[in-house]
C-alpha cells in the first residue's frame, strides 16, 4: 500500500501562486510514477500534470502549460505541483495518484493509489 498525503491548498486571488505537496509513504517502490488530477464542482475529474519518479519525465494536460509546473524529491518521497497564473477555473480539488506504470499517465485508471485531495479555490 502507499499513502498519499497532499497539502498546500488554500484561497488565492487570480495571478498569485499556490505550490502543493504530495508526500507518499508505505511502499513508495512500487511507484513508478505520481500524477495530480482535479475535480471542480460538477464536474468529472481531469488529468493535470505527471512524473516519472526515476528519470523525471514530465507530462501536463493542454490547459496548465507554462502555468503549472510538476517536480519531485525522490529522497523525500515527495511531489510538488507549482502552480503560477492562477486562475478562477482553477478552483477544484486537486489529488495526488500514485502509479506502477510510467505510460498513459493521463488516465485516471492508470493509478492504483489516491490522496484525499486539497481544495483549491481562486477568487477573480
Known amino acids: 500500500q502507499v499513502q498519499l498525503v497532499e497539502s498546500g491548498g488554500g484561497l488565492a486571488q487570480a495571478g498569485d501562486s499556490l505550490r502543493l505537496s504530495c508526500a507518499a509513504s508505505?511502499?513508495?517502490?512500487?511507484?513508478?510514477?505520481m500524477g495530480w488530477f482535479r475535480q471542480a464542482p460538477g464536474k468529472e475529474r481531469e488529468f493535470v500534470a505527471a512524473i516519472n519518479w526515476s528519470a523525471g519525465t514530465t507530462y501536463y494536460a493542454d490547459f496548465v502549460k507554462g502555468r503549472f509546473t510538476i517536480s519531485r524529491d525522490n529522497a523525500k518521497n515527495t511531489v510538488y505541483l507549482q502552480m503560477n497564473s492562477l486562475k478562477p477555473e482553477d478552483t477544484a480539488v486537486y489529488y495526488c495518484a500514485a502509479s506502477t506504470r510510467t505510460f498513459g499517465l493521463s488516465r485516471e485508471y492508470m493509478y492504483n493509489y489516491w490522496g484525499q485531495g486539497t481544495q483549491v479555490t481562486v477568487s477573480s
Open positions: 508505505g511502499r513508495t517502490s512500487s511507484s513508478a510514477a
